[in-house]
């Protein structure tokens, strides 16, 4: 199957970091098991979203540093895999539950256009004070990713869906393929319904598996897929 439509989560997958977690300075004690326990499903999403942010409360200045982390802490291959997906003329789209001021930073050093990332809205005073986030955001919640992906009638199938989290396993049944990102961090409930799991450290494995089908006549991807594919078995 030659995929139209790539969607990556950003946190764990894209990026090795989680934003919100480096957000926290000296909360990450109280803040990181609340984000771990939303991504592996336990609690929802939407019961954690709202406090996290009011314990933490991150300045314009601090989101701009987690969207420089988000970069230093690029996952290996994502430039090339975003590069060569978007040479073969498919449609790649970051969604995330993450804030998009510093998602923003990431996908635009990708190359991914601001109209093709996704995620949840911070606002800020004038002097780049914290002053809320997005309450009606559909990513702030469990099962705000799926409702988003099932809205987007137009988007060119099939569709791949890439991530670590539960609330990309959940999306699972409106996207062609579900491949879940370990490479980071392995959850075991959303492993268990992937259609494919890469493990290997590098985003690699998820070219291969979007353009296997679908062989690009250009040599430099026809090599990164072949890299692809030997992580992969």
Avoid: N
């Avoid at 939407?46 to 987690?66: D, F, G, K, N, Q």
């Avoid at 679908?214 to 072949?226: H, I, M, N, W």
Wanted: overall charge negative; aromatic content about 6%.
């Amino acid at each position: 199957m030659a995929y139209r439509t790539v969607l990556f989560d950003c946190d764990s997958t894209l990026s090795s970091i989680e934003g919100i977690d480096e957000l926290a300075h000296e909360h990450r004690a109280e803040i990181t098991p609340l984000t771990d326990a939303a991504m592996r499903g336990e609690i929802p999403l939407e019961s954690v979203y709202a406090r996290r942010l009011e314990i933490i409360r991150p300045s314009a200045r601090e989101m701009a540093r987690v969207g420089e982390l988000y970069i230093e802490h690029l996952v290996a291959g994502a430039r090339e895999v975003v590069a060569a997906l978007q040479d073969a003329g498919v449609d790649v789209r970051i969604i995330s539950g993450g804030l998009r001021p510093a998602v923003l930073v990431a996908a635009r050093a990708l190359g991914v256009g601001d109209e093709s990332v996704f995620a949840v809205d911070a606002y800020f005073d004038e002097q780049g004070d914290y002053r809320g986030f997005d309450e009606a955001s559909p990513l702030a919640r469990a099962g705000g990713k799926t409702s988003l992906i099932a809205s987007w009638s137009s988007i060119p199938r099939p569709v791949m869906l890439v991530g670590d989290g539960a609330t990309d396993a959940e999306a699972r049944h409106v996207v062609d393929t579900f491949v879940a990102f370990a490479g980071v961090a392995e959850r075991a409930s959303v492993v268990a319904v992937a259609s494919h799991v890469v493990r290997a450290p590098s985003l690699l494995p998820v070219l291969a598996l979007a353009l296997a089908d679908a062989p690009s006549q250009d040599p430099r991807t026809r090599a990164l897929v072949e890299r692809g594919l030997a992580l992969l078995r």
